[in-house]
């Protein structure tokens, strides 16, 4: 399984993160994003199936959602819930 999976919808960026996320990924994570995002599109994420998460991901998301013109939540995971209490963040993304 790839760690992340993204499809950019004419309405929306769809973006999936699976199990583990790391600086060994934030690379081309980051390229996805800036590819896939324009600022008046959305930003879809589901992150249920992460199991690991580092900094450095976590920062590429940070500034996906502030490019995005929306950035939703549909599933969330305690992975990131700890992510965000660890570094003092509040979640940028909008749970639905």
């Given at each position: 399984m790839k760690p992340f999976a993204i499809d950019p919808n004419p309405d929306a960026v769809h973006l999936r993160l699976n199990a583990e996320v790391t600086?060994?990924?934030?690379?081309?994570?980051?390229?996805a994003l800036a590819v896939a995002l324009v600022p008046a599109r959305p930003l879809v994420a589901d992150f249920?199936?992460?199991?690991?998460?580092?900094?450095?991901v976590l920062q590429v998301l940070l500034s996906a959602a502030r490019?995005?013109?929306?950035?939703?939540?549909?599933?969330?995971?305690?992975v990131w819930t700890a992510a965000l209490?660890?570094?003092?963040?509040?979640n940028p993304f909008v749970q639905t």
């Open positions: 600086i060994e990924q934030a690379r081309a994570l980051h390229t249920s199936a992460l199991t690991r998460l580092d900094a450095a490019v995005a013109s929306r950035a939703q939540l549909t599933a969330p995971s305690p209490k660890r570094h003092g963040l509040a």
